[in-house]
């Protein structure tokens, strides 16, 4: 049996629909199939399944329509989304020809359906695809339990006979209302002038925008008052108002924005003002300029900023007249100015009101200046200079907030190159400023001022000299370094220490242009300078390094000691582990370090698994605490062998120790995800065992299912790769030798080999239709297998079958199908399992639960087939008297009498197993 895949995201693609080759399976069958594999496995396969689908019609289409049911039984999911994608995809652009037949079947569906919820789920659906015939159909559904649906597809459709049916129905429901005013249908402005206004009657009103509703808005405004109102009357009044412009009558929309100025004069109504002047904006321009510029004098800052808001739209050409409101204006609302026209190209603007804010008295017109010149300045060529200036030469005027605001604007302007030009002399700097360039060096890594940070250490001021650090850190280069173990020779606190060994650090563990080991090595035996360069050693690329760190451990200070065994435990490769062994093993102050270092190098890859577990296991010998022996185990979970799990498994009857022990077992032998590295045998099976009973904790209850489920593949998923000795005996001979698929030909992307089975799984772009057939041909024969299904697969047995075509049809199929599965519950006795696909019907009983192990025998002698599955025999036919009177399905099968060709498993898309797969030829 063929499966289809629905498919998805199928509304988003646009494909010529053709009709597909001849397929004689039942409309049952196919919908079945269908529905069986929802949803698909990617968009990669919608083209073929459309012209899959294609085939099933309208008629087709309405018996999927017929499976939808009430929401609450739950039993049609898989039915609604086929119904949904088609809806979705008969809608989209191009796909014409595939509406009508999925538009005629809905309707059909909803005319029948009796249960409000699925009629209005039919009514919902249909807005995607629905054309005259739905509206003309929806026009009975307007009122009752179905009105909201059907009032929501018209509106969706959308066409003037969709809304001359919502016309009909209105009343004064205020969705009705609301829906003819979103469809701008202007036929029905008679209707809704003669109700009541209502917020729904003036805002559908003002959508149709008519000269003709003018006094109806006119006695609404004046009853509001021009004040807030329940029915949003000012509001309607104002987008009528626009609507009337957008139509072509702007002096009337002019004069109601007009007429609202005049009269919406309160605090309250402001944002009315706002949309006036709006509306006024776009159809006067500039010309608006006058009022705008009386409009700015308000209180209100928020609707100062609507009115810059507004005038900002038509800078720079009436730049000059807000240029000379600037220097009249209070602080507040300069700054304002500068926010809004900053960005405004002109000479005007930065001679009137940037340029002369820069030092003006106000700290708050000042920041707004510094950031309007730098929106202004867009090709920076004046930023700099002007904020040079301002630092160095104002440097009285400017406060903590004015740096903040200049640091920003130079953070996002300079360059390596044009930050030495903020001050070419960073001493001319006060301390603020001082601080700031050295913030914007680290910000920017410019190594030309490293010297300026070098020199600013020393500095007295607190600000100063903790951004002459960070500098330090972002600037130095390789040929600092000399300077940088000088600076270190001088410094005394411990955070400066930290911040220069951290500095040089970072150069020697740079990409490229590494400096030279010897710069530490040879001074590392310096008086005073031995601990403070010790922690550079791990990350120094000189083998000198290990050798200097072991001497001083053995052979220097205590200071000294101490500094190397902090060290040590920062090294980053597993040269050390002999090291860091003594060390934990000596019990000093720096074991646990030690021990948590030895465990991170044993992760290296340079070291093999057996490497590893030798290390581990010395180690182990050392360790005196149940906590280093519980963390060593944990390690050893990265040992992924044999002798890693039967090192952890020692310890799993410790009582102390038998938890960590568990889980490392557990993952040493279970598979990493998305691998095949799980471990096999009757000694991992053993250990697994013990592993589940010991294994304790929080979701352990999970873990006991995974390593059950892994016990059970490993014992029941090998595949059988010999015959037994009766067998043999017998003249059965193996199809399938459990390793690879030779002497099979056909789709070896959806078949392969998996410990001795042959798994069947269809890929993300792979359709899973395709055949495995053997190499030979077969006449007469014993064929035996054994199968696992899952939920819903299909599969089939093709014998005496060609190479190429359906073999259902151009030789026989033998059914494999999880047939118990409620999306089969439709079809035909001839389609159960072991059935001989459209002949002879098999009897019922003998399937094991999914996900059990089947065995199956099917004998073809001359014209008799023999099927038996676990042992029961299931169809036992000559198909010359099963086709005495014609076939079970009505269809032809020209190639049922073959008396050869080959055998195979016919893919329809479904993940499943086969394993033992041997065969005997008849005589």
Same mark, same amino acid.
């Given at each position: ?263 919406? =004069? ?358 005196? =605490? ?298």
């Amino acid at each position: 049996m063929k499966i289809k895949y629905i498919f998805t995201c199928l509304f988003a693609l646009s494909l010529t629909v053709s009709l597909s080759a001849q397929d004689n399976r039942t409309v049952e069958t196919k919908i079945a199939d269908l529905l069986a594999q929802l949803p698909a496995r990617s968009n990669e396969q919608v083209a073929s399944l459309i012209n899959q689908y294609s085939s099933l019609g309208e008629d087709g289409i309405a018996r999927i329509a017929a499976l939808i049911v009430p929401s609450s039984d739950g039993s049609d999911l898989q039915a609604r989304y086929a119904i949904s994608s088609l809806a979705r995809y008969a809608g989209a652009p191009g796909n014409g020809d595939f509406r009508a037949p999925v538009e005629s079947a809905l309707l059909a569906a909803l005319a029948k359906a009796s249960n409000a919820e699925v009629k209005d789920y039919f009514i919902r659906e249909l807005a995607f695809c629905g054309g005259d015939a739905t509206v003309t159909a929806l026009g009975a559904y307007l009122n009752g339990a179905t009105s909201d649906a059907a009032l929501s597809t018209l509106t969706t459709i959308g066409t003037d006979a969709a809304a001359r049916q919502i016309l009909a129905a209105t009343t004064d429901q205020p969705d009705f209302i609301k829906a003819l005013g979103e469809l701008k249908y202007k036929p029905a402005e008679e209707k809704l002038l003669s109700l009541q206004p209502s917020k729904q009657t003036l805002s559908a009103l003002a959508s149709i925008g008519s000269a003709k509703s003018l006094k109806y808005f006119q006695g609404a405004v004046k009853a509001a008052g021009y004040r807030p109102d329940a029915n949003n009357a000012v509001l309607s009044y104002l987008q009528y108002a626009t609507e009337l412009s957008r139509n072509g009558n702007q002096k009337l929309g002019d004069k109601i924005a007009k007429e609202a100025l005049k009269n919406c =004069t309160s605090s309250d109504v402001l944002h009315y003002r706002s949309e006036a002047l709006e509306l006024l904006g776009q159809t006067q321009g500039f010309k608006l300029t006058p009022t705008l510029l009386k409009e700015i004098k308000s209180d209100d800052k928020a609707y100062r900023q609507s009115v810059l808001n507004i005038a900002k739209e038509y800078a720079p050409s009436t730049i000059g007249k807000w240029s000379s409101l600037f220097g009249k204006s209070t602080p507040e609302l300069q700054t304002e100015l500068l926010s809004t026209f900053g960005s405004t190209s002109g000479a005007g603007v930065l001679q009137y009101m940037i340029a002369p804010s820069l030092t003006s008295g106000d700290a708050s017109v000042r920041q707004a200046a510094i950031t309007a010149l730098s929106a202004y300045d867009k090709n920076n060529e004046i930023t700099i200079p002007y904020l040079s200036n301002l630092l160095i030469n104002k440097q009285d005027l400017l406060v903590d907030s004015d740096y903040k605001a200049i640091e920003q604007v130079l953070l996002n302007k300079v360059t390596d190159k044009t930050l030495l030009e903020v001050a070419p002399e960073p001493l001319e700097l006060n301390n603020d400023g001082r601080a700031m360039l050295l913030r914007l060096a680290a910000a920017r890594a410019t190594p030309a001022l490293f010297k300026f940070a070098q020199s600013s250490i020393s500095s007295q001021n607190a600000d100063v000299k903790a951004a002459a650090f960070a500098a330090l850190a972002k600037t130095a280069r390789a040929d600092n370094t000399a300077a940088l173990i000088t600076a270190l020779e001088k410094a005394s606190k411990p955070e400066e220490i930290s911040s220069l060994q951290n500095t040089l650090i970072n150069l020697y563990t740079a990409a490229d242009n590494v400096p030279a080991s010897s710069l530490v090595l040879d001074k590392i035996d310096a008086k005073g300078l031995t601990a403070k360069l010790v922690p550079l050693l791990p990350y120094l690329k000189s083998g000198d390094a290990q050798a200097k760190i072991a001497s001083i451990l053995q052979k220097g200070t205590n200071e000294e000691k101490d500094a190397a065994a902090k060290a040590l435990v920062n090294w980053q490769n597993p040269s050390v582990l002999s090291l860091l062994y003594n060390q934990y093993r000596s019990g000093s102050s720096s074991a646990e370090a030690s021990l948590g270092a030895y465990l991170r190098l044993l992760g290296s890859q340079s070291l093999t698994s057996d490497t590893k577990l030798i290390q581990l296991e010395q180690i182990m010998s050392a360790a005196k =605490t149940t906590a280093d022996k519980s963390k060593i185990l944990q390690a050893a979970a990265q040992v992924k062998s044999l002798s890693g799990l039967l090192f952890v498994s020692k310890f799993l009857d410790d009582s102390d120790l038998s938890t960590p022990a568990a889980f490392s077992a557990m993952k040493i032998a279970l598979p990493t995800p998305g691998e095949s590295d799980g471990l096999k045998g009757d000694e991992v099976k053993s250990i697994l065992t013990t592993v589940k009973e010991k294994i304790s904790g929080e979701d352990s209850q999970y873990y006991k299912i995974d390593i059950q489920q892994y016990i059970d593949k490993v014992g029941s998923d090998a595949g059988t790769a010999t015959l037994s000795k009766a067998e043999a005996a017998d003249g059965f001979e193996l199809l399938f030798n459990g390793k690879d698929l030779d002497n099979w030909v056909g789709n070896k992307v959806t078949y392969t080999v998996e410990d001795g089975v042959i798994v069947v799984a269809p890929k993300k772009n792979d359709s899973g239709y395709g055949n495995l057939m053997t190499a030979k041909e077969y006449a007469n024969f014993v064929f035996r297998f054994e199968f696992q299904l899952t939920p819903a697969a299909n599969n089939g047995i093709g014998i005496r079958a060609p190479l190429n075509g359906d073999a259902a049809y151009s030789a026989m199929e033998i059914q494999i199908l999880d047939c118990e599965h409620p999306v089969y519950k439709d079809i035909k006795p001839y389609q159960h399992h072991g059935s001989i696909y459209g002949i002879v019907p098999a009897k019922h009983g003998a399937m094991k639960p999914v996900g059990e192990w089947n065995s199956e025998e099917i004998r073809a002698e001359g014209t008799r087939i023999k099927v038996t599955l676990n042992g029961k025999v299931i169809v036992d036919a000559d198909l010359k008297e099963a086709t005495k009177n014609g076939t079970a399905d009505h269809n032809n099968h020209p190639g049922l009498f073959n008396p050869s060709g080959h055998i195979g498993f016919l893919g329809h898309g479904s993940n499943l197993k086969f394993r033992n797969i041997r065969i005997k030829e008849l005589k």
